[in-house]
């Protein structure tokens, strides 16, 4: 863990995310862990965030 600045905020809005977008609260908190887990990893609210395609290709790899 290098930096947790902005992340239950990353948290928060990736679960929003999720749900608006027709996935389960199961599915929306594991996409939110998947956000987090790459955020926490960089240095900084913003910059860190990782991009949509990289959180996805992390989720759609994950056996159910």
Same mark, same amino acid.
């Given at each position: 863990?290098?930096?947790?600045?902005?992340?239950? =905020?990353?948290?928060?809005?990736?679960?929003?995310? %999720?749900? $608006?977008?027709?996935?389960?609260?199961? +599915?929306?908190?594991?996409?939110?862990?998947? =956000?987090?887990?790459?955020?926490?990893?960089?240095? %900084?609210? $913003?910059?860190?965030?990782?991009?949509? +395609?990289?959180?996805?290709?992390?989720?759609?790899?994950?056996?159910?």
């Amino acid at each position: 863990i290098f930096d947790t600045t902005g992340s239950v =905020d990353l948290f928060n809005g990736a679960v929003l995310y %999720g749900i $608006i977008n027709g996935y389960t609260p199961f +599915e929306a908190l594991r996409i939110a862990l998947i =956000d987090n887990y790459y955020q926490i990893q960089g240095i %900084g609210a $913003i910059k860190s965030i990782p991009d949509k +395609e990289q959180v996805f290709n992390h989720y759609n790899s994950l056996e159910v």
